[in-house]
């Protein structure tokens, strides 16, 4: 099925039912810190409330896995595919996006009534074969709103004026290995892009493709906390020139001095407001913040691809990632991790891209206007779920996810 | 004490303190069909969550009795007073109006035990000879408030696709005695205006003072969903020349077609949604809306002083009012209940009138702008709330009240 | 004709014949000083531009007169009553209002030439005796829109960096003798109200009828620049607690911290940029301001009625008013002239109030909401146009006219 | 210099002279059909007055020219740099965008005095060789504001019930050619993109780099209006699928349902409104419009690199240009002229992009955020003005330009 790129081993259905299992229980512990009024609430249109996470990764399975294909299977309540859709056309009229926070029924306990049901029924399908490419990217799209979940409940907790805690952050400190990494250094040359053979991508990463590039650097790390403290002690954000013309023009409205959620010394985190570390990566910055700073620094954003090459023979699975509940970058001489790193390339389709046909065809393709693209992983990331050819995207002004930055420069 | 103008009657004070046990649990009372979300959400900046109703009206109690006249009283949670401030400014900053439905904290749990411990404290002071006046006025605002939190709920479940039900309505068909009442009459002549003497009045209402007026007839009943079908018929809502300039400008703006609430022959209730009673009086419709029914029908809205003359010798207390939980207009022969009645009237302040000293001061005369009167009371009031010199004050445009309509005409 | 309430005077048709003369010759001077572009651009939706304003009392006289009583009379332009109407909704679609800026044609010249083309026709019913309430009506329609033109075109040179001057400003300083009045003082009681008998009204001054009054006093002359700024030094623009609750969140979303067209020192004049005269009439300020002020100074604004009462003997034609072109308040001991002053009373109908039958009952009525009335007459109120029932209104926020304040107290 | 990536060849200068001098003279040809009023106003914030442009060309020679590089020269206004600046920070202040229209003065004849004083001064700086560099970028940008200046006025006569005509319209019929061409194939591979040696060029269109290209093929004519009508008949603006999700939202949000100045059988030109010619290319789409029209019919929109190979080697100045005063599409064989066509390439900067120093370093590099490159040229652009590198850009819901589409597809 061309949407998913998936290989064909034997043995992968069983390994795709253990996968199934531990995605579905996994997403349900994310709520355990959470009220049903906290999983209700929608702090702005961009986030989703905990809860609608819950439902509509629910109602994926039920409508393109039980709907379409397990014969006889009755909706757990005709009413609620009005409720869960995101946004898909084909798939019939859907609840304004920014009014999901008016659902305070059905209840948590109602959804994850919802999530169990499903689940039951899904038993009957996840040893079919043809079915694996589909199974395989609503795993891949429950994945991704977990990492929203996560950011999502971030911000609505921010929000309210006690600033209460999702969890607690790990105490440790991280080894972060700065030392032990140079700048990556690339000579250029005609590259390969995007997903080719084994294992699950989305259709946004493929046909591969060649490119040529030019002789680059990426830094070893990402930008501190420090650095951005230095970035607006030497007048970052009042210095017109260094801003890119929308971004200038979104500092001067919304009155932007500092990244997302920091006050005097301290950033909102997944367990309230801490005083911030300076060794850690900067985060929750827009993509006009990470490309004002590169010109500051008198260097430049990567393009997707440069970021890709180089990452090619790293780790996708290592660095800061989501494990458990409550994140937080802390920083690792790692390429994947930490934050989602911008790039300077804007989201679109690589060459004789072709969307699928039905409803999951909207899947990506139609968002392929006006975004940018991040590379890597980010703490709120379920480790295991990006890759090199990964592409998330958003738009230039959103920072509500864990953004962070990572300089390059001409060779 | 000028605010509550209240009498001085002997064993008040023990009445006081039995009134204000029953309204304290009251209040409680409203929420008991709500789940934590239901009584977290805000589903417009008029509106306000449930949670948010129980906490203010609390607050209020907790700043302006217990925090100003019980020693040694601490506060139950130092952070609160900026949640739950509503829109004293002598009291200091607080958390924007339109951003109450961000509070999944404090719990509904946790509000409920921030009402015991307020109670609790309270019962030192209930016998305070010179407090009555002041917790009078506690009690009248938290009468207000019962009405908001259940035209506030109303309003959320509405915009539930679901469209669940808060309780259930009344199912007795209510003796409309329409034939029991002619036109009322007045000839007109001086009228005193306003409260004095006895019992409690909002500062709006004093001074009392005389005011001329004209010969006049009020309607004997309000006007029903049967008649406002036949102005819609008629083509009521595309008629610009019934409508005053701003209303037509709302009509146009925002589509407006029929009462709030209105569907192909339901109306959504406090019941969920049921078929329209023709007999019923119309309810949820804008001042815009009752001017442009009266322009068509040939008459024209009360002032508040001829509404107020004509209601001078009927019982404030009888009528459809709130006894209970769900609550709907059905109907009936008193000048009382079932809706508040827009009159022509802008809300001003009388002759003399100074707002009190002190943070209770900013109660009603800082609203005395753009805002129109309306009298009566209506089935979401609780019964004994209301009276005669009652002065009830809405923007034009707002109709998520239970507001409707009674015609008058010069005679 | 109820509409217009004039008196029937022998000779009154001749007198009315020059009136119309002179008036339609002084509305053409006044874009003396204007180039076409001056006459075409529109400053905000509030506004219009001068060229507007020339077309559209011509189109009122062509209208309302020739139209619909000069047999064979064949309208100037077909194609432009639909860009000179301005609201009349019985008259059919018209322009957007907002867009009256776009009108670069017809040009000036084109205009001028309309002019001529209706005052011609108009000769010929000048002399009928039937039509003399309706062209009284439109010589004061008209006289209304040479105000407007001189506030919008006033407003239009401010929003230009270079500041141009409209015209000269009088030069010389007026008596404005202040010691020779006291506060005027009345003894309350009823008093008759609105218009009666001879001369030309509004149909919003009618029908006449009695008001009862408290005793009160009005100051002998209206807030001063110098005044204003004692205002100001004392953090009036800073203060919660002296503002209506519309009027403060207007100054905070506005950032409102002086009158309109103030700078350091200075203010802006139909003459350009001028040092502010400490002992002239504060001017440019909203109803919210005004309101502010007066209980800054521990009074309060006037009613409607007890300014009219006080103002029955004053002769509406003194004072400072407008005789040519640029115009300004200097101050003066009159009731009249300088500066509309704000009362506290609401823009509401009178009793037993009529709109007139067809278009022209579209004058008054449909505006009575939201709006404050004001008294008196402006240095820009051509002289005569006004007396002591005039209702003039606006916004309670707007304040490009030349708005002013006379104190009042209880007595 | 760097910014204008000219060549050096010898009697350029006396060249540069007559082409400075035939470009002022060509602007200012451009307004004899405006008046003071036409030139004064201005329709939207995207859109400047026809006066302004005028002003601001000319400012920007007094600038960078004169005020940088003639010893003793004095501006000709010291107040006009803050009107006629567009959005240079490093040149201080300016005159908000938006109220441009608010220019009456100075007049349209002070503007072209301020055009002569300039001219004159610039006689002295011709001859000068090191200054040809920014004498050339002088005149490119000038004639972009040529094109401008006849997109923004036919916006603003369109915004005028009148329909007036800004001049006549071609009225011979063109050969279009449509049998000469067939599909323009290419078989892929590395390919040469951007500016490089003799001839000038702007900052964006270095450095010259290479690209890979996949094997491609472009439509040999521009889509037509009658191939438009099809898409509309086949509900093209009513079917979700065929959109990107910023397009479809912005045809739900402004109820697009055509292209822009359609109407009924007709569309509005510079020479007013005209009965549609099917064979003319469709003009005054957005980037959005064209990218579902293009899905519709199966194919894509071409890359700019793809543009840019394909029309190497076509004569840049051949097909509809502009020559005179009013323009409109009427199809030709040409890859230049008609229309500007939309590609599906965001703008970005080229590899090693470094925007010059000062000021003038602000001229594209800060816009490469957001928009879509366009490739081309347009009936409005000065012939001679483009070339096959040439890389215009707009907002993707921007269509006021002659904006068209050439379809692509994969071979
Ligand atoms: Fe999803
Ligand atoms: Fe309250
Ligand atoms: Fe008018
Ligand atoms: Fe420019």
Not at 92 to 118: C, I, K, N
Not at 191 to 215: T, Y
Not at 317 to 323: E, K, L, P, R, W
Request: proline residues 6%.
């Amino acid at each position: 099925m061309d949407l998913a790129h998936s290989s064909s081993a034997a043995g992968r259905s069983r390994s795709l039912s253990e996968r199934f299992r531990a995605l579905r229980s996994a997403s349900v512990s994310l709520v355990s810190p959470l009220s049903d009024a906290d999983a209700t609430i929608q702090s702005m249109p961009d986030a989703s409330p905990a809860k609608w996470h819950l439902a509509h990764t629910t109602w994926f399975f039920e409508t393109f896995l039980l709907r379409d294909h397990l014969g006889g299977y009755r909706l757990f309540d005709e009413r609620w595919p009005y409720l869960f859709n995101s946004y898909y056309e084909a798939e019939g009229e859907r609840h304004a996006r920014a009014a999901r926070g008016m659902l305070s029924r059905p209840s948590l306990d109602e959804v994850l009534a919802y999530r169990a049901h499903v689940d039951g029924a899904m038993e009957g399908l996840l040893g079919r074969e043809e079915l694996a490419d589909l199974i395989a990217l609503g795993i891949a799209h429950e994945e991704q709103h977990q990492e929203l979940l996560l950011t999502d409940i971030k911000h609505a907790l921010w929000r309210n004026p006690l600033g209460p805690a999702y969890g607690d952050l790990p105490s440790g400190v991280m080894d972060r290995g700065e030392g032990a990494l140079g700048w990556i250094e690339h000579p250029g040359g005609i590259a390969m892009i995007g997903h080719k053979g084994a294992g699950f991508a989305f259709d946004n990463e493929v046909p591969a493709h060649r490119v040529l590039l030019e002789p680059f650097a990426l830094s070893p790390r990402l930008v501190t906390n420090r650095e951005w403290d230095a970035f607006i002690a030497d007048g970052g954000y009042r210095t017109a020139g260094l801003w890119l013309s929308d971004g200038w023009a979104w500092v001067q409205e919304n009155a932007i001095a500092a990244p997302l959620y920091w006050r005097e010394g301290e950033a909102f985190t997944l367990g309230g407001w801490r005083v911030r570390d300076p060794e850690a990566p900067v985060t929750h910055i827009s993509h006009y913040e990470a490309d004002a700073y590169a010109t500051w620094a008198g260097m430049r954003l990567p393009t997707e691809f440069e970021w890709e090459v180089a990452a090619r023979n790293s780790d996708p699975a290592a660095g800061v990632q989501c494990d458990g509940l409550a994140v937080h970058p802390v920083g690792s001489g790692q390429l994947f991790g930490d934050c989602w790193q911008w790039t300077r390339s804007a989201y679109l389709p690589y060459p004789r891209f072709r969307p699928a046909e039905g409803a999951v065809g909207e899947y990506n393709g139609k968002f392929m206007s006006g975004q940018c693209v991040l590379k890597g992983a980010s703490c709120a990331t379920p480790r295991g779920h990006s890759r090199a050819t990964y592409r998330n995207f958003f738009q230039p002004y959103q920072r509500w996810q864990f953004t962070g930055l990572r300089l390059a420069r001409d060779l």
